[in-house]
């Protein structure tokens, strides 16, 4: 079983400081592999850079630690088929139905159905 980070749910668990790691591990009761699409590195990497001012500097410094996290938590990243990256993501998930995708998208949930996310009291929780 794969578990799939998405690119909001890095940042927002970085920025609120949440050990996603930790936590994944209290939810799923068998076996998985964390990993995370080239495509979201990609995406991160390019939010971090960005120089437009769409990307608030908090925001820019919670990426930064969102990519370091990766490899100090050994997640593996993993080449993807799609035009988007939400579209990457969504084929690697459907390659296993055990695949479950860590996302804050309310679009790529209602594709998606069963997912991790973050509730309101800043806690991990699997949906259906």
């Known amino acids: 079983m794969l578990i799939i ?10 920025r609120e400081k949440l050990d996603y790691v930790e936590d994944i591990g209290k939810l799923i009761n068998e076996g998985y592999e964390l990993v995370v699409p080239k495509q979201v590195i990609n995406e991160l990497e390019k939010l971090k850079e960005d120089k437009t001012k769409k990307v608030s500097g ?3 410094e919670a990426i930064s630690l969102a990519l ?8 593996t990243i993993v080449k993807t088929i799609g035009k988007t990256v939400d579209e990457s993501i969504i084929n690697l998930s459907r390659k296993n139905s055990k695949n479950i995708v860590c996302t804050l998208d309310r679009e790529m949930r209602h594709i998606l159905g ?6 309101r009291g800043k806690k991990l929780m699997l949906t259906k």
């Open 58 to 60: 908090r925001d820019k």
């Open 114 to 119: 069963r997912v991790i996310l973050v509730n």
């Open 5 to 14: 980070l998405d690119t909001n749910f890095l940042i927002y668990c970085a």
């Open 68 to 75: 370091q996290l990766l490899g100090v938590n050994n997640v």
